[in-house]
């Protein structure tokens, strides 16, 4: 991260935390956790300089760093806060604490003023000038010097801190680089790289401001006030974080809801594009759940709140990917480690190229000394380092858009070695709710009468299967008193209507009733086959009617299986129900293997199983709910929740969320994990090509200090710019 990443252009002006506020640290096994928010620090360069000041503290004991959101969260002893921050002051910089709601500062993204950095352009190009037109050498020297002076305090500084912290970095070398410059006599060149340098920081400053906005942008769904109802009955505008649970609220048409809630009175549709990432806006009424930051439509409503404002669905977003950034995806700790041996070596590098050739070659002083300058400003590792956190922060908050929530970089960047995927069936495949299916007539009584009177017996169980059949077509049926009534457990329902007693229940009920017939037997394993449960209606004398009941699958779940199958990942489906339906169903989406029959413990030896038959480089998916699945969402390298929107345990459980019921999502994350993949390559691969080039360009007496600073401020904005183009996928 060059830019800021370099010289900050943020100017904090925090007053020092009181430390009542140490009560918002927060216990862990080994200590306290307390997250500090540091305006100056949001590149390598400076979490390179923390930790070098913490490796030798004992009362440290674990750095987690948010570069992104400028946030330090450091494990350390319980009383042990205040060395922490005198700590952090000693590298210049101002650590900052939460409030007394938990909440950080807000990142202050306001700028210094330009001028000097245009005042030292003009100041630079003025000493090009002199020596261009041949001018006394002295007043060259005096305006490259001033030009320095005027942008480049804020780099020696810090190169100060890094050098005396023993922690290299870009302010550090460049420091050298353009002191150097100036004692050998390059003055122009000198003072120009230092205003190139300045200059590309803001520039680059700007573009990483758009990664970060990206999380912002979610924070600002949900409006700050809402229209809450008084004691007295009268309707009054508070802010959204005083609301209380149980509160009743009222939107209006085309606003923004600012809490989750439930519907108590009114209905509309509601656009939850926002949270879901849904192209067409939900039906809403009485009883149904609605969620901040989504935008009420042409009705208005009322509904009662959920949940506080910081503990709703949307908040719960941003936190969660508010900690993914914190979490090091693979290639981004590989790149870490690498930066960490190739500074040094080329610092290494650089001393050698200034003393041997004139020691043992004969070389020129000036000469090889110059182009150590020159190595020094090529060592920069910035576009290397920040290639990898941008992209990562880009794709996670793409996601986010889509109603995707990927619980860290890691996930995003597996999600493409993905090759077998396990779903659940109920509420992943299937809508999760029973409808009847079928209506047949056994014996010479009425359809329409033998209707209505299963009807009546099913309304009276609170049963799905009941349900199903009490709910289809109830216009046409006529409710008749039941008397009697008795649950039979695992069997059905019976009760007596108009005298007569009647049974409603499954093929089991019957059998002990010995009414079962074989052809009864043959027409109920058809429907069976189709995936169908079958409930029968008799009276004491015969079996009377036969109703079929089945969970429908959702039209999404045909087009995601088809869409996985040509992504290259097999599906396997594991479902509680019998094999009969699993093989239905799977015939019906596409699934390539079917398991009927499977409790809880079994689906995870199935997961089990395809994590062993696979490859290490090869991963395998999870699909479920989030609570009955935990097993297996757990064992499987990811774990995905089915419409975790509004569900705590869905969205902590899984490493990647769905935020609504939509299967299409998984092949939609896969592809951006794909992307994401192919953008670090590419910014990886770019960023080394640029330093070799220059590297060997330098060695054979072509490179300058004007190029190594351009190859380096290029490189860097470069990949930022690259990173950045998940997020308009």
């Keep these: 991260m060059m830019a800021n990443c370099c010289s900050h252009q943020h100017n904090s002006s925090q007053t020092q935390p009181h430390f009542e506020q140490l009560a918002q640290s927060k216990k862990v096994a080994n200590g306290v956790q307390t997250a500090i928010r540091i305006q100056q620090m949001d590149c390598p360069t400076e979490e390179g300089v923390i930790r070098k000041k913490f490796a030798t503290m004992a009362e440290v004991q674990a750095l987690e760093f948010n570069l992104i959101q400028h946030v330090l969260t450091v494990t350390h002893g319980e009383n042990d806060l205040p060395k922490v921050l005198d700590a952090i002051r000693s590298l210049g910089f101002e650590p900052e604490l939460p409030d007394a709601d938990g909440k950080l500062a807000k990142i202050n993204t306001s700028q210094k003023s330009l001028l000097p950095l245009v005042v030292a352009g003009v100041l630079a190009l003025g000493s090009e000038a ?72 803001v520039i680059e400053a700007k573009s990483l401001d758009r990664a970060r906005n990206a999380i912002t942008e979610l924070m600002a769904l949900a409006p700050e006030t809402a229209t809450v109802q008084q004691p007295d009955g009268s309707w009054q505008e508070v802010a959204a974080d005083s609301v209380a649970t149980g509160d009743v609220v009222r939107v209006k048409p085309g606003e923004r809801i600012a809490l989750d809630g439930k519907i108590t009175q009114g209905q509309s549709a509601v656009d939850q594009a926002p949270i879901t ?93 110059y182009k150590a300058l020159v190595l020094l400003v090529i060592a920069c590792p910035c576009a290397l380092v920040i290639s990898t956190p941008v992209t990562v922060v880009s794709g996670l908050a793409a996601a986010a858009r889509k109603g995707i929530l990927i619980k860290g970089g890691v996930y995003l960047e597996q999600g493409r070695l993905l090759k077998t995927l396990a779903l659940d069936k109920t509420g992943t495949l299937t809508h999760g709710k029973p409808v009847q299916t079928n209506m047949t007539a056994l014996a010479t009584m009425p359809l329409a009468e033998a ?55 499954n093929i089991r009920l019957i059998e002990e009733r010995k009414q079962a017939t074989s052809e009864l037997q043959s027409q109920i394993e058809q429907l069976e086959k189709q995936g169908k449960t079958v409930v029968l209606l008799a009276d004491n004398h015969q079996v009377l009617a036969l109703f079929a009941v089945a969970d429908t699958v959702k039209e999404s779940s045909r087009q995601a299986i088809a869409e996985l199958h040509l992504l290259g990942v097999k599906t396997l489906m594991l479902t509680g129900d019998n094999q009969h339906t699993a093989n239905a169903i799977a015939a019906q989406v596409g699934i390539d293997e079917a398991l009927g029959n499977q409790l809880p413990q079994d689906k995870l030896n199935a997961v089990q199983s395809a994590v062993e038959n696979q490859t290490k480089s090869q991963k395998i998916g999870m699909v479920g709910d989030g609570i009955n699945d935990a097993p297996a969402l757990a064992r499987a390298d990811i774990g995905f929740a089915m419409g975790a929107m509004g569900t705590d345990t869905a969205i902590e459980t899984a490493d990647v969320a769905l935020m609504d019921d939509d299967l299409g999502k998984i092949p939609e994350f896969i592809r951006l994990s794909k992307n994401a993949h192919a953008i670090l390559m590419q910014n990886i691969s770019f960023a080394l090509a640029v330093k070799v080039v220059f590297l060997a360009l330098t060695l054979a ?12 401020v290029g490189a860097s904005l470069l990949v930022v710019g690259n990173g950045l183009r998940l997020l308009q996928k």
């Design 451 to 505: 209707q209505s009177l299963a009807v009546s017996l099913a309304a009276r169980s609170e049963h799905p299967v009941s349900q199903a059949i009490a709910t289809a077509n109830p216009e046409n049926s006529n409710m008749k008193s039941v008397e009697n009534f008795t649950a039979l457990l695992g069997r059905g329902v019976q009760g007596q209507i108009d005298g007569t007693e009647y049974v409603l229940g």
């Design 701 to 712: 007496g072509i490179g300058t200090m004007w190029m190594a600073v351009f190859a380096d």
């Design 130 to 201: 002199v020596t261009w037109f041949g001018l006394p050498h002295w007043s060259g020297a005096i305006l490259a010097v001033a030009a320095v002076l005027l942008c480049g305090i804020e780099t020696y500084k810090k190169g100060w801190v890094s050098i005396r912290t023993g922690s290299l970095n870009i302010n550090a070398l460049m420091s050298i680089a353009v002191t150097g410059g100036l004692l050998i006599g390059q003055w122009p060149e000198a003072a120009m790289v230092m205003v190139l340098f300045t200059l590309a920081e």
């Design 277 to 369: 990432g849904e192209s067409l806006p939900v039906d809403k009424t009485v009883g149904d759940q609605v969620f901040a930051g989504t935008i009420n439509q042409s009705g208005s409503f009322e509904y009662q709140v959920t949940a506080a404002a910081s503990h709703s669905t949307l908040a719960r977003i941003i936190h969660a990917v508010e900690e993914a950034q914190g979490v090091k995806a693979p290639t981004q700790r590989f790149v870490d480690k690498f930066a960490q041996i190739y500074t040094p070596t080329v610092l290494v590098i650089a001393l050698l190229v200034a003393l041997i050739p004139p020691l043992f070659m004969a070389g020129a002083w000036f000469e090889w000394i």
